[in-house]
């Protein structure tokens, strides 16, 4: 996946990550975190579906002009 590049443009080492997760983890609670996690996917899914649907009315246009040029 992109984290090595994530890590890279960050600068971030271990000793970093884990000082991050565990203020994360005080900050937030264990059954706290799920939640969000939950959340944060819901929110990428809906993001790459108003994407696609995005993608697919530029396409519309496209492909009704190809069927015209077709008859």
């Not at 203020?23 to 939640?35: A, D, N, S, Y």
């Not at 819901?42 to 790459?48: I, T």
């Amino acid at each position: 996946m992109e984290l090595n590049g994530i890590l890279a443009l960050f600068n971030l080492g271990t000793g970093e990550i884990i000082a991050i997760v565990l203020v994360v983890l005080l900050l937030f609670g264990g059954k706290k975190i799920p939640e969000l996690m939950r959340g944060l996917g819901k929110g990428v899914k809906s993001f790459k579906q108003g994407m696609n649907e995005m993608e697919d009315e530029l396409k519309k246009p496209i492909e009704e002009l190809d069927d015209k040029k077709e008859k």
